[in-house]
């Protein structure tokens, strides 16, 4: 597969981060609470889990990714709630970004596979650009204030576009992702 028609693919993952930001907010508020973090950490679950499932699905994705995604987004969302006591400074964003991303791409890779090579480069890739996508959210929000559950689409655009290049480079180099996306 040409890197452009993953692009495609994966381009819809861009928008699971506002639209699970969107919806966590009306419905729970802003992050201001532990109940209201991990309510937000659920519905941001299980929009990102649902539309990256239906980008990858064809390459042999299971509907547990859905799951293990909601699951992992909502526990770290409790444990974060703990470790950042809702500070919104680029270090505590950064910080909190790279626990969920980290929860979230054991959780994710575990729903397909134990194989330790694919979690590790799974995990590792997805807490390092849910860790930056924080960062450069820090530093273009406006109103940190507001409590967002998740971050912008300064931040949306670089998860997509890192995540999208392992999809494509680094997982099929180390033998992963069904139906190639060569």
């Known amino acids: 597969m040409k890197m452009t028609e993953l692009l495609l693919r994966w381009t819809p993952t861009f928008l699971a981060f506002p639209i699970g930001g969107l919806l966590a907010k ?73 626990v969920a991303g980290l929860l979230i791409g054991i959780a ?20 390092v650009a849910w860790s930056l996508a924080w960062f450069i959210t820090s530093k273009v929000i406006v109103d940190p204030e507001a409590q967002y559950h998740v971050y912008g689409s300064s931040g949306a655009l670089l998860t997509t576009l890192g995540l999208g290049l392992v999809l494509k480079y680094i997982l099929p180099i180390a033998g992963f992702v069904q139906n190639s996306i060569k």
């Open 108 to 127: 994710q890779s575990l729903s397909q596979t134990r194989d330790p090579k694919f979690v590790t480069i799974w995990a590792f890739s997805t807490a």
């Open 26 to 98: 009306l419905i729970f508020g802003p992050a201001s609470s532990v109940a209201r973090s991990v309510g937000g950490g659920l519905i941001v679950g299980l929009v990102v889990g649902l539309i990256q499932y239906l980008s990858l699905k064809k390459y042999g994705i299971s509907t547990s990714w859905i799951a293990a995604t909601a699951i992992a987004a909502t526990v770290a969302a409790l444990i974060n709630s703990y470790a950042f006591s809702f500070k919104f400074d680029s270090a505590s964003l950064a910080g909190s970004g790279l």
